[in-house]
Every structure is written in structure tokens, then in C-alpha cells.
């Protein structure tokens, strides 16, 4: 009876012993903390990554560019002997165009066009097809995204993650009645699901935008990659043609719909993926703290504990024996 | 309803009527002017057409011409420079357009960029906010010592505070900056830093794109970048601290609920257990001891437990109960029967037994002093503990 009675605290206080001992993050400042070496790790990588960008870009752009520039001042030159406009009279006819360019896809500000900015605001798309220009409009729009914005990203993540849970049962009762041996749903399942759900919704709507925008398959697909990244260039935007708008609701609610349930099945799978990424510096100084904390109170905890482990083998520990 | 249905349904219903709302809004403030805009440029657009005698087919060529040209206008837009400012709007997804790729090539080779640029980038604005928030806290912590302040803990109000006045200052030394060097008012440089910064990035004002800055002012073309992506991080800073905990709310819940559930399984089937072999003989109490050994190993991780401030609750719920179930205490979230004679008695008889229990018991109520990981099972616990000591009492007598 003694020997059993000494097992579990000489197995409480080895284990207290091994716990003091087992590496907890360096002590020293020989080796960075791990959050720090991550954080400079991915600002490296991050900058590398632009630079590379810039120059495959580069080299992608720059000599249509430059080719396009000069055909388009020659044609430029063309028309202005053409018309026998001076620099002036031409200066101001680009102006106009210029500024009559979002009107030519019809009205941007009634109620569907306005329905249609705010959510390219909330979503941080921004094409900047319509962006208001009366000084109250830009003020509205800087407190509509201050609020809009977070509520916005907690909403897509949050369904994100209702969506992915149910995901993750709809397959584990597949897989059961599949008969398969384990019907437990891993990480890789998950991310081929989501994966292919990105694919598909990318598809869907480059098929329907395509056909509605009479837009390349390939364009609208672009234009469906850059609208759900929240990229948002705006170089192709929907419903700016036959001012959709105000004539096509049927359309424009699609379109509506099709944005946001493109977003969130974007942010579901962001969800599965990146988030848990985004919280790994502040989960290691968690677990860093409770180190520290945990190291303090072992070293003031182990005289306490020693008096009870004797006390209860003699008399009676009971309830109140330890407190 | 479970709670993160609940608040994804009420997330949903509010995103609906904030859409609702900014589109009333936006049309109040804005339609109007459109329309008058609109009627003024016909109106000279219908001057010019006369002025110079144009066809209808040769003001559209015209227009066609204009439009085109359009993204010449402020210079080469894919130099190096250029090309570096494109990428840092496509990884940050501010793309504000004023440049987009023309060629087929560069638009498949941006869509790749972007896939695994985004992530890259919110991993990395998200990591370099976490650290300086950590930084921020250490500096006001030694601030307020120095100050000689009573309470020097750093609450989240003043990192919320800071975060917030660091946002406003991080606006308006952008919105002084470009408003100088682009010749815009205060109120659009701000206007267009907030646009930046929120990465919306409309594009109506884009910085270096008067008089080719891009080729031809380098100090100002890298005070642009490193703005851009500097207040990024101050934004991202402050989203970190205040927005990233709503992210995470509804996977919490989950675990936490499976926690739950994965708890009131073992227990049932310790219940299973004890009512199998109580019809047995006395050799069957042993049963139940192996079955404590297996939950002694848990004992002092319960330790632990309670030494955490609060963390893995969930898993101390899930032990408790579980030993808890030899006293004859049933938790309240098993949601079953009250202790029944037999197994009180079984657990007097057996002195072997009965030392390891109060052992046990010594330890438990250690962890479980410490009520803050628990809710109902905690305060159901607390309120037994006298029943707990009643029954060593009758144990102490049987000695």
C-alpha cells in the first residue's frame, strides 16, 4: 500500500523534474526567438518576391509597351493634321473623352451602381469604375470602409468556416458509407476540396461573364482571378456594358451574387490554408509566456507539494488536504 | 443554435443591410452630381464635335484613339520601376489599374504571381504587426515605470489607442507628402492614402504619375514604395491586434465544442465501465482502479492545467469528470442519475484502494481550486468539495 501510494508522487515530481528541464525556447540571446527569425524570414522573402516580380514583368511588358506608345502617337499625329487640331484643341478633346469615359458606361450612381461601389468597397476590390468625386462622397466612403472593412472580413472568414466544417462532414459521411476503412477527413482531403472549388468558381464565372460581356473566355477568367483575389484593376469590369445596370437586373444580381459567393468560397479555403499562419507569432509568445510562467511557479511550487505528498501518505489527504 | 451559427447568420444579415445602407447613401451623395457632370461634358463634347466638324465615325475614332492612349499618359508604366510598383499592387491586391498587364503572357504571369504572392504578403504584414505590437507593449510598459505610474500593465486599450493614433499619423504624414509632391489638396492626398492603405486602391488618384517620376525621380519613387508598404504594416499592426481574434472565433468554438463532446464520451463509457462490473465480484473493483491508472497519467498534466492561465480548460473538463465518476459524483453535464449506494460503498471497502483515491483526490482538488478554465463543471465541482470531505470523513472512520 505504501509503495502504491508513492508511485504517483514520486511519478508527480519526476515528471515536474523532467518538465523543468525540458528546452523551452533559448534562454540566451545566442539564437533568436523563433517569432523574430520568421518575421525577418518572410520580409525577405517578401521583398525578393517583388523584385523578381518587377523584372519578369518588365520583361513581359515593357517593349509591347513601348511599341503600342508609338503607334498610338503616330495615329495621334495622323488625326490632329487630319482635323487641323493644334496641341491645345487636342488636349482638351482627350479631356472630355477622358471624363465622359466612366458616363459612357451608363449611370454609375443610382442605386444598383452605388449597391455595386459599396460592395467594391467593402470588399477592398476597388476597380475604381465609378469612385465618387463630390468631397462629401470620398468622406462617406473613408468611414463606410473604416467599419466596413474588418465586418467584411470577419463575415467571409466566419462562413468560411461554416462551410469548411460542413465540407469536412459531408465527405467524412462519403467516405463511411463508401465503406472505406478510415472515414476520417485529413488536411490534404480538405485542401483538394478547396482547391478545386476555387478552380470551379473561377470557371463558372469566366463562363458566364464571357458570354454576358462578350469578353475571351481567358479575359473573363482573368477578370473573375483579379475580382475574387480583391486585386480589383479594373482594366474589365462588369455590367459597363449596354448600361447593364439600369437594364439587365437579372444580370446585375448574378453578378452581385457571384462576387460575394466567390469571396467566400476564396476565404474558406484562405480560411483552411493561410489563417492559422497569420497567428503563429502570437501563439509562440503564448506558449512562451506560459514557459516562463510555468518555469516560475515549478520552483515555487515544489516545496508545497513535497509537505503534501508526506502529509497524505500518513493521514487522511481528503479534500482540503491540498488547498 | 449553435453560437457560430448564430453569429455567421448575423454576420451575413448585417454585411446585407451595410450594403443596403452605403448604396442609399452613395446614391444620395453622388447621383446628382453625376448627372449634372454628364450633361456639362455632352454639352462640350456636342461644342467641340461642331467647333471642328467631326462625323460621327470620326469622333468615335478619336475617342478610340484617346481611350487608348490613355495608359501612355503618364509615362512608361513597366520599367523596372515600374514594374516594381505594378507588383506591389498586385502582392498587396490594392491594384489600382493605372497600369495592368496588356499582354496575354503577362496577364496568366500575374495571376500566378498573385496566388502565391497574396498569402506570402498577408502572412508577412500579419507577423511584422504581432512584432511590433510586442515591441510597442514592451516601450509602453518601461514608459509607464519611468513615469512612475502605479499599474504598469499595458492594457488593450492603450495598445488600442496607440494603434489607432499611429493609424491617424501614418495618414497624415502620407497625405502631406503626396499632397506636396503630386500637387494634390490634403484632403485628397489623405483621401488617396486611406484608399492605399485599405488596399481598395481605385485608381482615380495614383501617386508617381506626373511628370515620369517613375524614370526620373528615384528618392521619390522609394519614399512611395516603402510608405506604401510601411503603413501596410501599421494597418496591419492594428488589424492584428484588434481584427485577427474575430478570425478565429468560429474554429474556437469548434474545438472547444469537440473538446465537449470527445469529454462526455469518456465519460459515458467510464459509466459503461462501473455499471458492467459493479454486478461482478469484489476482484471487479480493481476494474476500475486500472482504469484510474489510466487517468492517473492525466493527473499531473491536471497540475499543469491549472498552472496555465486558462488555457487548456477544455481538457481539464474532460478529466475531471471522468475521475470524479469513482467518488460517485456525477458532473451535471453528464446529465446523469445521482451517486448510488453500491459504488460509495465500493469505494470505502477497499483500503488499498481507498489510499490512492485520497491521493488522487489531494491532487484534484489542487487543480481544481483554481475554478478559472472551468464553468459548469467548475462551479458543479466546488459545490461538491463538501461532499468530497464527507466522505474522506467516513473513510477516516473505516480506518
Not at chain 2, 506591389?88 to 498587364?101: L, Q, R
Not at chain 2, 504584414?125 to 505610474?149: A, D, P, W, Y
Not at chain 2, 487517468?295 to 487548456?312: T, V
Amino acid at each position: 500500500a505504501a509503495r502504491r501510494s508513492h508511485a504517483p508522487g514520486q511519478l508527480r515530481s519526476s515528471r515536474r523534474r523532467t518538465r523543468a528541464l525540458r528546452p523551452g525556447p533559448p534562454a540566451g540571446r545566442r539564437t533568436m526567438k523563433r517569432q523574430n527569425v520568421r518575421t525577418l524570414a518572410l520580409i525577405i522573402c517578401t521583398f525578393t518576391y517583388l523584385l523578381v516580380g518587377a523584372a519578369v514583368f518588365d520583361a513581359l511588358e515593357s517593349e509591347q509597351e513601348t511599341s503600342e506608345r508609338r503607334r498610338l502617337e503616330e495615329k495621334q499625329l495622323e488625326l490632329k493634321s487630319k482635323y487641323n487640331l493644334s496641341s491645345a484643341g487636342y488636349q482638351e478633346l482627350e479631356w472630355v473623352v477622358l471624363k465622359l469615359k466612366p458616363h459612357k458606361a451608363g449611370v454609375q450612381w443610382k442605386f444598383a451602381g452605388s449597391f455595386y461601389f459599396a460592395i467594391t468597397v467593402i470588399t477592398t476590390i476597388g476597380y475604381g469604375h465609378a469612385a465618387p468625386s463630390t468631397d462629401g462622397g470620398k468622406v462617406f466612403c473613408m468611414f463606410y470602409a473604416l467599419l466596413g472593412i474588418p465586418l467584411t472580413l470577419v463575415m467571409f472568414q466566419s462562413l468560411g468556416e461554416r462551410i469548411n466544417t460542413f465540407v469536412k462532414y459531408l465527405l467524412h459521411r462519403i467516405k463511411k458509407c463508401l465503406g472505406m476503412r478510415r472515414a476520417e477527413v485529413s488536411m490534404a482531403n480538405m485542401v483538394t476540396i478547396g482547391f478545386f472549388s476555387c478552380i470551379s468558381t473561377l470557371c463558372i464565372g469566366a463562363a458566364a461573364f464571357s458570354h454576358y460581356e462578350h469578353w475571351s473566355f481567358f479575359h473573363a477568367y482573368y477578370y473573375c482571378f483579379i475580382t475574387l483575389t480583391t486585386i480589383g484593376f479594373g482594366d474589365y469590369v462588369a455590367l459597363q456594358k449596354d448600361e447593364a445596370l439600369q437594364t439587365k437586373p437579372q444580370y446585375v444580381a448574378f453578378s452581385f451574387v457571384y462576387i460575394l459567393t466567390g469571396l467566400t468560397v476564396i476565404g474558406a479555403f484562405l480560411n483552411l490554408v493561410v489563417l492559422r499562419f497569420m497567428t503563429m507569432n502570437a501563439e509562440d509568445e503564448k506558449r512562451d509566456a506560459e514557459h516562463r510562467a510555468l518555469l516560475t511557479h515549478n520552483g515555487q511550487a515544489s516545496s508545497v507539494h513535497t509537505t503534501d505528498t508526506t502529509s497524505s501518505t500518513t493521514a487522511v489527504g481528503g479534500c482540503g488536504g491540498g488547498g | 443554435m449553435k453560437r457560430q451559427n448564430l453569429r455567421t447568420v448575423s454576420l451575413i444579415l448585417c454585411i446585407f443591410s451595410y450594403l443596403l445602407v452605403g448604396a442609399a447613401v452613395f446614391d444620395a451623395l453622388e447621383s446628382e452630381a453625376e448627372s449634372g457632370r454628364r450633361r456639362l461634358l455632352e454639352q462640350k463634347r456636342g461644342e467641340l464635335r461642331r467647333k471642328y466638324r467631326f462625323s460621327p465615325d470620326d469622333y468615335h475614332e478619336l475617342e478610340r484613339l484617346v481611350l487608348q492612349a490613355e495608359a501612355h499618359r503618364a509615362g512608361g508604366q513597366w520599367k523596372f520601376a515600374g514594374s516594381f510598383y505594378f507588383a506591389i499592387t498586385v502582392i498587396t491586391t490594392i491594384g489600382y489599374g493605372h497600369a495592368a498587364p496588356g499582354t496575354d503572357a503577362g496577364k496568366v504571369f500575374c495571376m500566378f504571381y498573385a496566388i502565391l504572392g497574396i498569402p506570402l504578403t498577408l502572412v508577412m504584414f500579419q507577423s511584422l504587426g504581432e512584432r511590433m505590437n510586442t515591441v510597442v507593449r514592451l516601450l509602453l510598459k518601461k514608459i509607464k515605470k519611468c513615469l512612475g505610474m502605479k499599474k504598469t500593465n499595458v492594457s488593450m486599450e492603450n495598445m488600442v489607442l496607440v494603434g489607432f493614433l499611429s493609424c491617424m499619423g501614418t495618414l497624415c504624414v502620407g497625405a502631406a507628402a503626396f499632397s506636396y509632391f503630386e500637387g494634390w489638396t490634403f484632403f485628397h492626398a489623405y483621401y488617396y492614402c486611406f484608399i492605399t492603405l485599405t488596399t481598395i486602391g481605385f485608381g482615380d488618384f495614383v501617386a508617381l504619375q506626373k511628370n515620369e517620376a517613375l524614370q526620373k525621380k528615384p528618392p521619390y519613387v522609394a519614399f512611395s514604395f516603402m510608405y506604401i508598404l510601411v503603413g501596410l504594416t501599421v494597418i496591419g499592426a492594428f488589424l492584428n491586434l484588434v481584427v485577427l481574434r474575430f478570425l478565429t472565433m468560429n474554429s474556437e468554438d469548434e474545438r472547444r465544442d469537440a473538446e465537449e463532446r470527445a469529454s462526455l464520451r469518456r465519460v459515458r463509457n467510464n459509466i459503461h465501465l462501473k455499471a458492467k462490473e459493479d454486478s461482478k465480484s469484489r476482484d471487479a473493483i480493481f476494474l476500475p482502479i486500472e482504469d484510474r491508472t489510466s487517468q492517473m497519467n492525466l493527473i499531473p498534466l491536471m497540475q499543469e492545467d491549472a498552472d496555465r492561465p486558462r488555457r487548456h480548460s477544455s481538457n481539464s473538463t474532460a478529466r475531471v469528470p471522468s475521475f470524479c465518476t469513482c467518488l460517485g459524483y456525477r458532473p451535471r453535464l453528464c446529465g446523469s442519475p445521482a451517486p448510488s449506494h453500491p459504488e460509495t460503498l465500493s469505494c470505502h471497502t477497499n483500503p488499498v484502494y481507498y489510499n490512492s483515491i485520497s491521493y488522487r483526490i489531494d491532487e484534484v482538488s489542487l487543480s481544481t481550486r483554481d475554478p478559472t478554465g472551468f464553468s459548469s463543471p467548475g462551479s458543479t465541482l466546488s459545490s461538491n468539495s463538501p461532499s468530497c470531505r464527507e466522505h474522506h470523513r467516513l473513510r477516516r472512520k473505516s480506518i
